[in-house]
């Protein structure tokens, strides 16, 4: 075990966990240890213990800090739709600096403030477009649940899954495909695509804002 250096700094929890999201988005959730974190800090297995029992609540205090890096909107302040395409930005950009912890968001069940803060976030922003109170819950969680997933998504076609691969086998059985082979390729760059989406989105949510705000229809007599 390497001695650190003499001006090295004291270990702490901001330190630990400054390295952790390191490995964490070098090398992934399944290749962290405390062991290999230990040795990255230049201390011994066991002085990491002081700070969190294992592995699980290690991650947890990592991605707790990882997601309170990301910047939410005031959505006192200017347009819900703005807010929205800013938020949804903004996540996308935190999704691609912490790859490995995309997944931990969609799996994820023990409450953290750094996660109620998203979802108000959201939720305001959504309140303020007019969705109703009865529908504001579902409609903000399986919104942040679409941003994360449609990134999980993105960053498999990174990984190998290759789209031009899929768009070969429209074209091989275009009777069977006729709507996807008929069209032109695919506009290269997931940003565009991403882009198209939360403007569909958006769209979306003005129209469940518009019927919701409608009269309710008279019962008849």
Request: hydrophobic letters at 45%; proline letters at 10%.
């Given at each position: ?52 029992a294992n592995k699980e609540q290690l991650v947890e205090a990592a991605y707790a800090r990882a997601l309170a890096e ?100 429209f074209r091989t059985y275009p009777g069977r495909y006729p709507v996807m082979a008929g069209l032109p390729p695919a ?35």
């Amino acid at each position: 075990m390497p001695r650190p250096p003499a001006d090295a700094p004291l270990l702490n929890t901001d330190l630990i966990l400054s390295h952790a999201l390191t490995l964490i988005d070098a090398n992934g959730l399944d290749n962290l240890s405390l062991r290999g974190l230990a040795e990255r800090l230049g201390v011994k297995p066991n002085a990491l213990y002081h700070y969190f029992a294992n592995k699980e609540q290690l991650v947890e205090a990592a991605y707790a800090r990882a997601l309170a890096e990301l910047p939410l909107p005031d959505p006192m302040q200017g347009d819900w739709r703005e807010g929205l395409s800013s938020l949804a930005g903004a996540f996308r950009s935190w999704c691609q600096r912490h790859p490995h912890l995309v997944p931990v968001v969609l799996r994820h069940k023990s409450p953290l403030h750094e996660e109620a803060r998203l979802t108000e976030a959201v939720a305001a922003l959504l309140r303020q477009a007019g969705i109703l109170n009865t529908e504001l819950s579902p409609v903000t969680r399986q919104l942040i649940a679409f941003f994360a997933g449609s990134f999980v998504v993105e960053w498999g076609n990174d990984a190998g899954s290759c789209p031009a691969e899929q768009e070969q086998v429209f074209r091989t059985y275009p009777g069977r495909y006729p709507v996807m082979a008929g069209l032109p390729p695919a506009t290269p760059g997931s940003d565009h695509a991403f882009s198209l989406m939360t403007r569909l989105l958006i769209a979306g949510i003005e129209g469940l804002a518009a019927d919701a705000a409608q009269p309710a229809p008279e019962e008849a007599p």
